[in-house]
């Protein structure tokens, strides 16, 4: 039965072309609007770390108070003092802690013909590979012990290690660091998180992530200052990196991995408490003001997903709407004007079902083909969003298997929710009445 | 005239729906676009902001030295290098440039001793840059004097301490001194808050690094200018050039600093004019993707009403065919149909109308998208009723073309 009302609705295009093309083409183009929109929507807004998220929580702790801040502002700063830092890793409060930076340095190839070139690194603790499940290639990640040495140790990513050893094993061999040679431990597989939801602070989130790791006590004993920013709201900062460690600046990132809300509960207490420690040595003179968001809330907190993403969608989908008002429109015209087939088709002893089917299944099959066009002209925008606006669109901006049904489903659905009325419209048309105008 | 619209009231009475989709249809695109075009307008504004500098003419180089720190001596070197290349005006080292993205901020007050955000009378962008600053961004002195060699501090950038004399842009002058002058008053700087810093000349317009990201006047228009020299194991210069020698100039400006030492890293070399390209992408692709939208919005209502009025023409061709036998001339009949999408449209558009304004208010308050202005909204209705009527033209003509015998034809 399907196959005959789909050779009908076949039949009923080509006897109107041109409405039926209208139709279709305005289908596409909503399709089209809404899902390039919405894609870059659901990349900005995905779960980085799905299995996870719930589970790491970012540290903030007020070390400036009301006055280091403009009034009615009461959130404290997104990273930590040196001492604050340093403080909360050693009391082993949380499953597993991090603090760390970015620095950057310059590479210098042993093979001397190729150019020294710089690169982006993130000073951490060791805890940062476990907490943040980075997966490892070669190697491992250095440990608590290898940190207490001061070892000159690095851990490269799966990029860095392709442009210097060709993507070999290459732990154990050396990497020649600004002034320095430092051993390699260990190579990362590709890894790249969208956001980069453990560093979102200087507005890169979408971007590449960093080229190599440091542990955190050797890039501080070798006074590498951060590549990012240095909130020094809270006090001076004096001239010489000691000055910085032991300023009220705040230029490091804290993470805690804390399974169970029971867990997470007790560091919270923990962190006040540690807050009202300070208020009672005379270091701070505020109350305990302190934050523990885990990575959905602190996404949202730092405001991520741009507000523009989803004003997108909502003016791509207003766009979508009036779409399908004007295809109802033509739909409808399209089924009164048939009213002489319906009605001599009811006369031959098609059921009023019947003709409501043969209407629905034709605005099904409208809708597929709009999904379709729909989908071509979204690559089409995707792809034309990529090379326009490289540095902005370029990782994001790309389709997967879900949105490509998402789309299809969208138009067809969408058809039919519009072709209900026009649908319904047709089977009540009284045959007498059809025949007797002839 | 009201003879003409009671039947074409009485015939759209009866395709009620069709006529009602046509009206929301019209009502929504009219919302739509009058508030995508105020996001368009107002974007575009954003991104014409000029940055007070002479930026088709200034490139910024940075390098990084790949061994050792760098030194005063290394730096003049590199700078009297650099001025010595035919077709550059001038040379700087800086901290960093106008669109960058990220600088060095400090608060500024009139009260020593002011360390905390909230003792703050301004805050500002900071520009570390020695008395070829001014002559380097092309930027213009509108009051007082430029540095001199002696009121240069060798010092850090970042932090203070701070040098005794500063040049500040209008905007920080007059949120600092509303009623006065701010020409030779002393303000403090929150990293060095005892010190007082003499303002010794005010240029009409800098902008900071991270003016792109914000419309806040506060944050985007205020700059200080303080003679502080920094040598470190990076550095960063700005070069002005002859106009329309920067392709030119950009290559030998880079050979001579490869000249002075070759031991360095160099980034790209950055023509302010693609800084401020990259700076604003965002902002241009949202203003582009929007005029996308409402072109394709346009023209999709537009194929909706030639859709849905052939459709209509279509269905009376008896009754035309009637009203032609009975002596109704073509222009007539072109008037009827004209008449009856001129009616929609205007229904369409007076409720459009309200639509809008409710649109706009929840995307002001949500998005803070700006008010809609009234006359944008009328041009924007005058535009859909014009697109309208263009629509029903071509359906309206072949509905001329209909002859009398049409009436005598069972259909």
């Keep these: ?438 | 005239m009201s003879m003409e619209v009671a039947p074409i009231l009485a015939a759209l009475r009866r395709s009620k729906i069709g006529a009602l989709l046509v009206v929301i249809q019209v009502a929504l695109t009219l919302a739509i676009i009058s508030n995508v075009i105020s996001i368009v307008g107002e974007r575009t504004a954003l991104l014409r902001r000029p940055t007070g500098t002479d930026e088709h003419n200034l490139f910024a180089i940075g390098f990084r030295l790949t061994s050792g720190s760098g030194s005063k001596a290394a730096l003049d070197t590199d700078l009297s290098r650099v001025r010595a290349v035919p077709g550059v005006v001038d040379a700087v080292a800086t901290n960093t440039y106008p669109l960058r993205g990220s600088g060095w901020s400090e608060g500024a007050s009139l009260l020593p001793g002011a360390s905390n955000q909230r003792d703050q009378n301004a805050q500002t962008a900071v520009y570390a840059m020695d008395q070829h600053g001014i002559g380097t961004l092309g930027l213009h002195l509108l009051a007082g004097r430029n540095f001199t060699p002696e009121d240069v501090l060798q010092g850090n950038f970042n932090a203070g301490p701070m040098p005794g004399v500063a040049i500040v842009s209008r905007a920080l002058a007059r949120q600092l001194f509303p009623r006065g002058k701010a020409l030779g008053k002393p303000i403090y700087l929150s990293s060095d808050a005892a010190k007082p810093v003499a303002i010794i000349g005010v240029v009409e317009r800098l902008q900071s690094p991270v003016a792109a990201g914000t419309i806040d006047k506060a944050v985007s228009e205020n700059s200080i200018i303080v003679p502080i020299a920094s040598a470190g194991p990076g550095g960063l210069l700005m070069v002005r050039v002859k106009p329309g020698s920067l392709d030119a100039t950009m290559p030998e400006v880079k050979k001579a600093l490869i000249a002075s030492n070759p031991e360095r890293i160099f980034g790209r070399l950055r023509p302010l004019d693609e800084i401020r390209s990259t700076a604003y992408e965002k902002d241009r692709s949202m203003a582009i993707a929007l005029g996308v939208v409402c072109c394709v919005l346009v023209l999709v209502t537009a194929l909706g009403i030639v859709g849905l009025t052939s459709f209509w023409v279509a269905r009376r061709k008896r009754q035309i065919g009637i009203r032609r036998a009975l002596g109704a001339t073509r222009a007539a009949i072109v008037r009827y149909f004209l008449i009856e999408n001129a009616l929609l449209c205007l229904a369409g558009v007076l409720f459009g109308t309200v639509v809008a304004r409710g649109l706009n208010i929840w995307l002001w308050s949500h998005y803070g998208v700006g008010r809609l202005p009234a006359w944008e909204l009328f041009l924007c209705a005058l535009v859909v009723i014009l697109l309208g009527q263009g629509a029903a033209v071509f359906p309206s003509l072949r509905a001329a073309k209909v002859e009398p015998t049409q009436a005598l034809r069972s259909v």
């Design chain 1, 1 to 438: 039965m399907v196959t005959y009302y789909l050779r009908l609705a076949l039949v009923s295009f080509r006897r109107n072309p041109m409405l039926t093309a209208l139709m279709v083409v305005a289908i596409g183009l909503g399709v089209a609007m809404t899902m390039t929109a919405y894609t870059i929507l659901y990349v900005m807004a995905r779960d980085p770390i799905p299995q996870k998220s719930g589970q790491l929580y970012a540290v903030q702790l007020d070390n400036g108070g009301p006055r280091s801040r403009k009034a009615g502002d009461d959130e404290p700063p997104t990273q930590l003092t040196h001492r604050d830092a340093m403080a909360l890793l050693a009391s082993h409060e949380a499953r597993h802690q991090v603090a760390m930076y970015q620095v950057s340095a310059t590479v210098t190839p042993a093979d001397r013909s190729l150019k020294p070139f710089s690169i982006a690194a993130r000073a951490t603790s060791p805890d940062f590979f476990r907490m943040f499940d980075v997966p490892m290639r070669y190697g491992h990640a250095w440990d608590a012990s290898d940190d207490a040495t001061g070892a000159a140790l690095i851990v490269l990513s799966k990029s860095l290690n392709e442009r210097l050893f060709g993507g070999a094993d290459s732990v154990g061999k050396s990497v020649y660091l600004n002034d320095a040679s430092y051993r390699v431990v260990g190579v990362i597989d590709a890894w790249d998180p969208k956001p980069r939801y453990y560093d979102v602070i200087n507005g890169q989130d979408f971007e590449e992530g960093e080229d190599a790791f440091l542990p955190l006590t050797l890039t501080i004993g070798k006074q590498m200052s951060t590549s990012e920013y240095e909130f020094c709201d809270a006090g001076p900062r004096g001239e010489t990196f000691d000055d910085l460690i032991r300023s009220e600046c705040v230029w490091l990132q804290f993470w805690a991995e804390l399974p169970t809300s029971a867990e997470a509960e007790a560091y919270r207490r923990f962190l006040t408490n540690y807050a009202r420690d300070q208020e009672q040595a005379g270091r701070f003179a505020w109350k305990p003001n302190v934050r523990l968001r885990n990575v959905r809330d602190w996404l949202v907190a730092q405001k991520v997903v741009p507000n523009d993403a989803r004003l997108s969608v909502l003016v791509a989908f207003s766009f979508f709407v009036v779409c399908l008002v004007g295809a109802l429109g033509l739909m409808l015209a399209k089924s009164l004007e048939r009213a002489g087939e319906f009605g001599l088709r009811r006369a031959l002893g098609a059921s009023g079902r019947n003709i409501f089917a043969q209407a629905i299944i034709e605005s099904g099959v409208v809708g597929l083909l709009g999904g379709m066009l729909g989908l071509f002209l979204t690559v089409l925008a995707l792809w034309a969003l990529r090379t326009l606006f490289p540095v902005g669109m370029g990782r994001i901006a790309s389709m997967d298997a879900s949105l490509l049904a998402t789309t299809l489903a969208l138009a067809t659905v969408a058809t039919l929710v519009a072709g209900f009325y026009p649908a319904w419209r047709a089977m009540r048309i009284a045959p007498a009445l059809q025949l007797k105008v002839g």
